[in-house]
């Protein structure tokens, strides 16, 4: 497997998101790192280079190529736009040495809010046909459906934000909510904290930025909270029933609807994936033999807000998956301060590509 | 060639140090001037001392210029990327005990547990406009921890010294440090969560698995195994 061979591939799969209409865009590789750690939070420092420059501040190596791509289609202000990009990106490997800490990346983003089940199936058809020499198999889910679900749930809204934002790390939300059901004990020292009259009063000495204040805020929510009604076993099986889909896109989505009678709440979700699967069917997709499942994406794929999918070697469940990619609406909202731009898209590794051809 | 062994070239650690191989008869002194760091073993044949600051000890081992070594195992879990494929921990010494632990204001009476601690960080975002700052010099450890506890929104700030005092001076939020009594941090009006540690560390005999060794080598190392009475499973020469 040689850089050369990667290299030829990522061109020819970059020729093919260009006659699809994508059009070329480059990135600096040297990106401000504020953007992403802002996005993903301290645990990018773990899995991205970062280095000081006295002038411009902590940069990045780029990681990955969507937020930059994001970021210009934004501020040029253009109503819809495709673009193609290929290049490195850089990935520190603290855990797994053995893996590519280095590797080209190429990718397809699409910015159009027009017909976002027409678009979802359109960047899926398209990854489908560049990669359908390969004989992989693809994975299907819908982030949009697990959100709809926590959205709808009968508990407070402060219970709900708290579901909503750990929604991407599985084992915290199933302990917020053993928590909001209580089928996880209230913890001894909160028992405490709710019991005193005024626990601000054994305080002697005030340090740091946050303030009594906020302290007294989050002990008036956690008073609130406790006082709130424990979260239905129903609900909590309905959150689970959700989770729990797992069967080809057709059988999926009839199991969706019969939840869906029980939690309106995801009923717009569930059509929106009915619709991108009729979509799909018209744009040649094997419909009724393609995998979906409700948790998919949910721990490795934290800036997708719905449609997901990812292309794997079923012979060779040592390597990454081949491609991924998905609909991310609510990063260009946080990117746009205020502006959206409705978008999806995905990325190919064309050195796992030629893993896969130098063994067969 | 001699095993070389790694100890730390001053204050608490290397005294400790030298008492322990001391009560296993393995005399450990520093030779010439005060200020040299030099040193000489008695009464096992064939270990030569080298002095060395306790936090370059880790690195000395992986990279295999000294065969056994004796510092903390919080230096050598944030220092060394997998660890236990490129040391051996020979034996806990029992002694420089301390506990990497995430501390917050003592004022903060409404966070006792990393769920508490998360549930801050997020309103503090919020208010604040940036994310809650933990001033530490165990980037990867307290990372890892956090990650693993399921604690968002917060930053962490690199902190080589005094620590405990960054959180009064506005530069962080919260620590995560070493401490053994918990006094620097009570004296600087900060508590500790009531959860488990981030990492239990003592002072520990360590051996590379990657420093050369030969015949002679092999000899050495069984020869002092033998002089610190190890148990038979913790006497490896391989690997």
């Given at each position: 497997?040689?850089?050369a061979?990667q290299?030829?591939?990522?061109?020819?799969l970059r020729?093919?998101?260009?006659?699809a209409?994508?059009?070329?865009?480059?990135?600096?590789?040297?990106?401000p790192?504020?953007?992403?750690?802002?996005?993903?939070?301290?645990?990018?420092?773990?899995?991205?280079y970062?280095?000081?420059?006295?002038g411009?501040?902590?940069?990045m190596l780029r990681p990955?190529?969507?937020?930059?791509?994001?970021?210009?289609?934004m501020?040029?202000?253009a109503?819809?736009?495709?673009?193609?990009?290929?290049?490195?990106?850089?990935?520190?490997?603290?855990?797994h040495p053995?893996?590519?800490?280095?590797?080209?990346?190429?990718?397809y983003?699409?910015?159009?809010?027009?017909?976002?089940?027409a678009?979802d199936?359109?960047?899926?058809?398209?990854?489908s046909?560049?990669l359908?020499?390969?004989?992989?198999?693809?994975?299907?889910g819908?982030m949009?459906?697990?959100?709809a679900?926590?959205r709808?749930l009968?508990?407070?809204?402060?219970r709900?934000?708290?579901?909503?934002?750990?929604?991407w790390r599985?084992k915290?939300f199933?302990?917020?909510?053993?928590?909001?059901?209580?089928?996880?004990?209230?913890?001894p020292?909160?028992?405490?904290?709710?019991?005193?009259?005024?626990?601000?009063?054994?305080?002697?000495?005030?340090?740091g930025?946050?303030?009594?204040?906020?302290?007294?805020a989050?002990?008036?929510?956690?008073r609130?909270?406790?006082?709130?009604?424990?979260?239905?076993a129903?609900q909590?099986a309905l959150?689970?029933?959700?989770?729990a889909?797992?069967e080809?896109?057709?059988?999926?989505l009839?199991?969706?609807?019969d939840?869906?009678?029980?939690?309106?709440?995801?009923?717009?979700?569930?059509e929106r994936f009915a619709?991108?699967?009729?979509?799909?069917?018209?744009r040649g997709?094997d419909?009724?033999?393609?995998d979906?499942?409700a948790?998919?994406?949910?721990?490795?794929?934290?800036?997708y807000?719905?449609?997901?999918f990812?292309?794997?070697?079923?012979a060779r469940?040592?390597?990454p998956?081949?491609a991924?990619?998905?609909?991310?609406d609510?990063?260009?909202?946080r990117?746009?301060s205020g502006a959206?731009?409705p978008?999806?898209?995905?990325?190919?590794?064309p050195?796992?590509?030629?893993a896969?051809?130098?063994?067969s | 060639?001699?095993?070389?062994?790694?100890?730390?070239?001053?204050?608490?650690?290397?005294?400790?140090?030298f008492?322990?191989?001391?009560?296993?008869?393995v005399?450990?002194?520093?030779?010439g001037?005060?200020r040299?760091?030099?040193?000489?073993?008695a009464?096992?044949?064939?270990?030569?001392?080298?002095l060395?600051s306790?936090?370059?000890?880790?690195?000395?081992?992986?990279a295999?210029?000294?065969?056994?070594?004796?510092?903390?195992?919080d230096?050598?879990?944030?220092?060394?990327?997998?660890?236990d494929?490129?040391?051996e921990?020979v034996c806990?010494?029992?002694?420089?005990?301390?506990d990497?632990?995430?501390?917050?204001p003592q004022a903060?009476?409404?966070?006792?547990?990393l769920?508490?601690l998360?549930a801050?960080?997020?309103?503090?975002r919020?208010?604040?406009?940036?994310?809650?700052r933990?001033?530490t010099?165990?980037?990867?450890?307290?990372?890892?921890?956090?990650?693993h506890?399921?604690?968002?929104?917060?930053?962490?700030?690199?902190?080589?010294?005094?620590?405990e005092g960054?959180?009064?001076?506005?530069?962080?939020?919260?620590?995560?440090d070493?401490?053994?009594?918990?006094e620097?941090l009570?004296?600087?009006h900060?508590?500790?969560l009531n959860?488990?540690?981030?990492?239990?560390?003592?002072?520990?005999?360590?051996?590379?698995r990657?420093?050369?060794?030969d015949?002679?080598?092999k000899?050495a190392l069984i020869a002092?195994?033998d002089a610190?009475?190890?148990?038979?499973?913790?006497?490896?020469?391989?690997?």
């Amino acid at each position: 497997m040689t850089i050369a061979a990667q290299r030829a591939e990522a061109q020819r799969l970059r020729s093919a998101f260009e006659a699809a209409g994508g059009q070329p865009v480059e990135c600096s590789i040297l990106q401000p790192a504020e953007l992403f750690l802002d996005l993903y939070g301290e645990d990018i420092r773990a899995r991205a280079y970062v280095t000081q420059d006295p002038g411009r501040g902590e940069q990045m190596l780029r990681p990955d190529f969507t937020l930059p791509v994001v970021q210009m289609h934004m501020s040029q202000g253009a109503e819809t736009g495709r673009y193609t990009y290929s290049g490195e990106v850089f990935r520190r490997q603290e855990d797994h040495p053995e893996r590519a800490s280095e590797y080209l990346q190429v990718g397809y983003e699409v910015f159009d809010g027009n017909d976002p089940a027409a678009v979802d199936a359109e960047v899926f058809a398209l990854f489908s046909d560049v990669l359908r020499p390969f004989g992989l198999r693809a994975s299907t889910g819908d982030m949009g459906i697990l959100l709809a679900a926590v959205r709808g749930l009968e508990t407070s809204e402060r219970r709900r934000a708290a579901l909503l934002r750990h929604i991407w790390r599985p084992k915290r939300f199933r302990a917020l909510i053993d928590r909001f059901s209580g089928r996880a004990p209230v913890p001894p020292s909160r028992a405490a904290l709710l019991a005193t009259e005024d626990p601000m009063a054994g305080v002697a000495t005030m340090i740091g930025l946050r303030s009594a204040q906020e302290i007294e805020a989050r002990i008036d929510a956690l008073r609130q909270d406790a006082a709130e009604p424990p979260l239905s076993a129903g609900q909590v099986a309905l959150i689970d029933a959700v989770l729990a889909v797992r069967e080809t896109c057709v059988f999926a989505l009839e199991h969706l609807r019969d939840i869906s009678v029980d939690m309106p709440a995801i009923g717009e979700a569930v059509e929106r994936f009915a619709q991108r699967s009729e979509a799909m069917y018209r744009r040649g997709v094997d419909v009724a033999s393609l995998d979906f499942e409700a948790a998919y994406g949910r721990t490795s794929m934290e800036y997708y807000d719905g449609f997901v999918f990812g292309f794997y070697a079923e012979a060779r469940p040592d390597l990454p998956p081949v491609a991924t990619g998905g609909r991310y609406d609510a990063l260009t909202r946080r990117l746009g301060s205020g502006a959206s731009a409705p978008a999806v898209g995905g990325v190919i590794r064309p050195d796992i590509i030629c893993a896969l051809e130098s063994r067969s | 060639m001699s095993v070389k062994l790694g100890v730390p070239s001053k204050g608490r650690l290397m005294e400790k140090t030298f008492e322990w191989f001391a009560q296993h008869g393995v005399m450990l002194s520093r030779t010439g001037s005060e200020r040299e760091y030099a040193g000489a073993v008695a009464g096992v044949e064939g270990i030569d001392l080298v002095l060395l600051s306790a936090g370059e000890i880790p690195r000395e081992l992986a990279a295999g210029r000294i065969h056994l070594g004796v510092t903390g195992t919080d230096l050598i879990r944030e220092k060394l990327v997998q660890w236990d494929q490129k040391v051996e921990e020979v034996c806990a010494l029992g002694f420089g005990y301390a506990d990497l632990v995430v501390a917050v204001p003592q004022a903060w009476v409404d966070v006792d547990t990393l769920d508490d601690l998360d549930a801050a960080a997020s309103a503090f975002r919020a208010e604040h406009g940036f994310r809650l700052r933990i001033a530490t010099k165990y980037h990867r450890l307290t990372r890892e921890y956090l990650r693993h506890g399921g604690v968002a929104d917060y930053q962490l700030v690199d902190s080589q010294g005094a620590t405990e005092g960054t959180v009064k001076n506005l530069t962080a939020e919260a620590i995560a440090d070493i401490t053994s009594s918990g006094e620097t941090l009570r004296a600087n009006h900060l508590k500790i969560l009531n959860e488990e540690p981030v990492l239990r560390s003592q002072a520990t005999l360590l051996r590379s698995r990657t420093a050369p060794r030969d015949s002679q080598h092999k000899r050495a190392l069984i020869a002092l195994y033998d002089a610190l009475g190890l148990d038979v499973r913790n006497r490896m020469v391989e690997g």
